[in-house]
């Protein structure tokens, strides 16, 4: 009985990493280059993989439970400047100046305003629609932030070398979507269309951006309207 059970032991083992080996196998990598329209490469750009069949779904690829992130606020400025959240999720807003800060936004997603006092935090604000939702400081002009929540199943943020990779997206058809601060507002995500083939390897997509000014140097309000 013991050998039986064992052997069958054996068989499940041996199928699920045959399974695991499968996946991997149909899975390639997606690398995302981003510009400025001078070639220079651009950081804070958020990336979104999706699905071009609406009928396929996928779960957003996250934690188990909802997390709260901190979004501070230091030599009057937001930290981080872009934050992405998954629906569910919570923001918290601390105050680490030596001044009070008066924290709001507009957005219909989710309106909210608030003082905070130096060394206070907000009380957690939970995220649960998908969109963009620009904050401001109604005492300093300069200061914003922005929260991405987006259930895509795929989604990051690229670095100071304007580059996103994603290594293990399922080969199909994919919609990748780029989001920045600094696109007009009231235009949609840049889009392109790709196919991703498991035995090609890497997928490489450029974007080149049309930017204009760092709201938190030269302030527009119309930039709150997120």
């Known amino acids: 009985m013991r050998t039986r059970r064992l052997g069958q032991w054996i068989r499940v083992a041996v199928l699920a990493g045959a399974l695991v080996c499968m996946a991997a196998t149909q899975a390639a990598g997606l690398l995302i280059r981003i510009s400025d329209d001078k070639g220079h490469p651009v950081g804070d750009a958020v990336v979104t993989v999706l699905p071009q069949d609406p009928a396929m779904k996928l779960a957003p690829r996250r934690?188990?439970?909802?997390?709260t992130k901190i979004i501070d606020q230091k030599n009057e400025t937001f930290i981080p400047y872009?934050?992405?959240?998954?629906?569910?999720d919570s923001v918290l807003f601390r105050n680490s100046d030596t001044m009070r800060h008066h924290v709001y936004t507009f957005s219909p997603l989710k309106p909210f305003e608030f003082v905070l006092v130096p060394g206070d935090s907000s009380k957690p604000i939970e995220l649960d629609q998908t969109g963009v939702i620009a904050v401001?400081?109604?005492i300093h002009d300069q200061m914003i932030t922005y929260l991405y929540i987006s259930d895509a199943p795929w989604i990051a943020q690229s670095g100071?070398?304007?580059q996103v990779e994603f290594r293990d997206v399922p080969a199909?058809?994919?919609n990748v979507r780029v989001w920045h601060p600094r696109l007009r507002p009231g235009k949609p995500d840049l889009a392109q269309s790709t196919t991703i083939v498991a035995?090609?390897?890497t997928?490489?997509?450029n974007f080149s951006l049309s930017l204009l000014p760092d709201s938190r140097r030269d302030f527009d309000r119309e930039h709150t309207r997120y």
């Open 136 to 138: 401001g400081c109604n």
């Open 63 to 67: 934690a188990s439970a909802p997390a």
């Open 172 to 174: 199909g058809a994919w």
């Open 160 to 162: 100071a070398n304007g």
């Open 199 to 201: 035995a090609e390897g």
């Open 82 to 88: 872009i934050q992405t959240f998954r629906p569910g």
């Open 203 to 205: 997928k490489t997509l």
